[in-house]
Structures are given as C-alpha cells and as structure tokens.
C-alpha cells in the first residue's frame, strides 16, 4: 500500500520569516479530525506558524484497516503511513494502536490523541497558540527550543 500524494504548490508571495511546523491530521472528509489511525483514508499535511496555516499535502491511502484496529499481520499497512509522515513534528489521530505508535515516536512524530471528532479548523487555531505562547516541553524539542526550567517557569509565574 502506497500514499497517493497531492502537494499544494504556492506562488513565491507566501514567505514567512516563522519556521513552519509540520502537522499531519487522520481525516477521512478533509474537515475533520475524524479517523483513527490505521482507519483514516486520508492525512492532510499543513504547516503552521503562529500566524498562518496552510495545507501543503494530502496523503491518501485506498486501503485501510477496519475501526476496530483488525487487519492480517502479513499486509503491513502502518509502516507506508508511518513512511508518508516523515518529516511532520505532530499527528492528530482519534486513536492509535501500541504498535503503530511506537512506529511513529520511532519516525520523530509526536502523535495526539483526541477524544471526539473535531474540526480541522479548530486544531489549527489551537496549534498556532501553541506556537505563540510558551509551548509545552514536547512541543519545546520538537522545535529545537532550550528546555524551560521548572524553576524558571516559577520564577516568572511569582513576578520574580
């Protein structure tokens, strides 16, 4: 099982001077995080600043395994997705099995887990304040930032 891959090319006007962090949502209608992990027919591939978001990819898989996580162990499914995600920071998903996640904190992508569907809209919004406060620590060395130290954070939560 291959991605079939659909890249959004923009005009040279889109220039940031933010470092764009790449996301991967688990969407099966292109709205939505809607889909567990080895279920989701489609991941869409956005970079996001603190000011900006733009979709950049959409990764599509033809086969998939059922909601409830079952498929025949001899057709690996997960590796190709885990494959076409290189290079995203983060991977919203419903939820993902032991296996596939290990599989992806090997590949450097942190995934996160949602409770309910959602709009992609929002876990935009959501990412970008992220991005423009005080990132948490997983976020922190996702993006290459200095560790905040506890005794820091304190400090300035005092008025030291």
């Known amino acids: 099982m291959t991605a079939r891959r659909l890249r959004l090319i923009e005009s040279e006007g889109a220039v940031t001077t933010d470092t764009p962090l790449k996301i991967a949502i688990a969407t099966n209608d292109m709205e939505h995080l809607d889909a567990h992990f080895g279920s989701a027919r ?66 450097g992508i942190h995934p996160i887990t949602r409770k309910d569907p959602e709009p992609i809209a929002g876990i935009l919004v959501q990412v970008q304040g992220m991005l423009a406060g005080s990132p948490p620590p997983f976020l922190r060395k996702v993006l290459g930032l200095p560790r905040a130290d506890f005794a820091d954070d304190y400090a300035e939560d005092q008025g030291e």
């Open 42 to 107: 489609k991941f869409a591939v956005y970079e996001v600043t603190p000011g900006t978001a733009r979709l950049i990819e959409v990764l599509d898989f033809g086969t998939v395994t059922d909601q409830s996580g079952r498929h025949d162990p001899a057709d690996d499914r997960i590796a190709p997705k885990v494959e076409a995600l290189t290079g995203c920071a983060l991977l919203f998903v419903l939820a993902i099995g032991g296996p596939s996640a290990a599989k992806v904190v090997r590949a």
